[in-house]
């Protein structure tokens, strides 16, 4: 079964690093996602992208983050200069179709990140 | 107040019962409704979605919304070991891409 696949599970990053988390979504989706879930917290909406353009984004999703397509399989968050608070599990996450109405989005593993 | 909230639980029944799990939600401009599971260490898994107020049923599932009290709920049936995990009830506005989740409900099903 096709499914999102993000790496690294885990990272560690120190204070004022840049760090770049990587997701390969489904292979015939067009819309991609980045949720974050701080631990104990409810899962965030960061950021929706589509047609090599931000098509939506929440309050959290600053000028600290991007997102890129850099290849045809690959979808990138990045963090510029990481905070404490931005310690929390990155969730990418695809679907074939716009969210409404057909709201079908899958979504990976998760990656770990912790700032230090 | 806030947008989406959920009874985080935790909830633990035994094997065999009806689990209910319930979201409450304040934003009238949410049109569609989701419950996802989540597994420890995994991401949320799409379980139910409906848009209308009324009954879905999916097998063991059944979801449930009432627009006009902004409740949704989902009914779990013979509930089994394997539906241990968190679940998550989120919504979504007409022509938004943005999921909004409640904070989950830690479900465990004993043996």
């Known amino acids: 079964e096709p499914e999102v696949t993000q790496t690294p599970s885990h990272q560690v990053t120190q204070m004022g690093q840049e760090v770049i988390l990587r997701c390969v979504p489904i292979s015939n989706h067009l819309y991609f996602y980045w949720y974050r879930q701080i631990l104990g917290q409810k899962v965030e909406f960061l950021v929706s992208f589509y047609n090599n353009e931000i098509s939506e984004k929440s309050e959290i999703f600053d000028d600290q983050f991007s997102v890129e397509r850099p290849d045809g399989s690959n979808f990138t968050l990045k963090i510029r200069s990481t905070k404490l608070e931005d310690s929390a599990m990155y969730f990418c996450?695809?679907?074939?179709?716009?969210?409404?109405?057909?709201?079908?989005?899958?979504f990976g593993q998760g990656t770990r990140l912790t700032v230090v | 107040q806030k947008e989406v909230e959920q009874d985080p639980g935790p909830l633990s029944v035994p094997e065999g019962a009806i689990v209910s799990l319930n979201c409450t939600y304040s934003n009238s401009a949410f049109q569609y409704f989701m419950w996802y599971r989540q597994y420890s260490r995994k991401g949320p898994e799409l379980l139910m979605y409906?848009?209308?107020?009324g009954n879905k049923e999916d097998g063991r599932f059944t979801a449930q919304v009432d627009k006009s009290s902004k409740y949704i709920s989902l009914f779990i049936r013979d509930s089994q070991p394997s539906d241990s995990a968190t679940y998550l009830c989120?919504?979504?506005?007409?022509?938004?891409?943005?999921?909004?989740f409640g904070k989950g409900t830690k479900l465990t099903v004993n043996p």
């Open positions: 409906t848009y209308s107020s």
């Open positions: 989120a919504m979504i506005q007409g022509g938004s891409e943005k999921l909004v």
């Open positions: 996450a695809s679907s074939e179709w716009r969210m409404t109405p057909n709201a079908e989005a899958f």
